[in-house]
């Protein structure tokens, strides 16, 4: 059973609109969830953290995490052409991150 | 802003060949990563490193993979002898923090590896 689970999309949104980006992971000892954002040829970088069941926000950006379903999502409202870029969703099931394949997000002008 | 840099950018080598691997953690972090990324496939964790000895490390991270803090600022990744499977871009990733907030990693820009 893979550990963090993604769809590979591509994800296409017009500008303006809300993408939805979801996560299911395998380890229910799972303490911390964390959003990535990955540019094409670029390395990850971080976005997003949450660490309690409900909802986080960070300007335009909300993780949501539901530990119950083993399930975490991420909100981009007001989706702009530069969010075009590959999201990742990571986990840490012991001491070392692990990350999902990613989710593309494509957004249309 | 303080950033995790890595040496070579690109390394093509022969298979069978050995390779290292440079990064330069931030300063004052304490926690050091090599993960990989087949072209196409998902960021792979190989290995973990804190207080001069391996943290966690992944099945990829077999005997042919070895890491090393040789002084106070650098982290190396060798790998002894390279298949041509082992081509693929290698971040390493440093971070301040353990626990909860271990996932908080600052990524170098990659040494993207290329095995003939």
Not at chain 1, 64 to 87: E, F, G, H
Not at chain 2, 7 to 20: F, L
Not at chain 2, 73 to 84: A, D, P, Q, V, Y
Request: some cysteine; hydrophobic content about 35%.
């Amino acid at each position: 059973q893979k550990e963090v689970e993604q769809n590979s999309g591509p994800l296409s949104v017009p500008e303006g609109a809300i993408a939805s980006l979801n996560c299911t992971y395998s380890d229910r000892g799972s303490q911390s969830f964390f959003w990535y954002r990955q540019y094409s040829g670029k390395s990850p970088e971080l976005i997003m953290f949450i660490y309690s069941n409900g909802d986080k926000e960070d300007g335009r950006f909300t993780a949501q995490l539901n530990k119950a379903s083993q399930y975490v999502s991420l909100l981009i409202r007001d989706s702009q052409p530069s969010d075009s870029a590959t999201y990742l969703c990571a986990v840490t099931p012991r001491t070392a991150l692990i990350f999902g394949k990613g989710t593309t997000l494509s957004v249309s002008s | 802003e303080p950033e995790v840099t890595q040496t070579p950018s690109h390394q093509v080598t022969q298979m069978g060949q050995e390779v290292i691997l440079r990064c330069v953690p931030i300063s004052n972090h304490l926690y050091f990563y090599w993960y990989r990324q087949i072209l196409g496939q998902k960021v792979e964790f190989l290995v973990s490193f804190y207080n001069n000895e391996i943290s966690e490390k992944s099945e990829i991270f077999d005997d042919q993979f070895s890491v090393e803090r040789p002084d106070g600022s650098n982290f190396t990744l060798k790998i002894r002898s390279t298949k041509l499977e082992d081509s693929a871009m290698y971040f390493c990733a440093s971070s301040a923090a353990s626990g909860r907030a271990a996932g908080e990693l600052f990524f170098g820009e990659g040494s993207r590896l290329t095995v003939l």
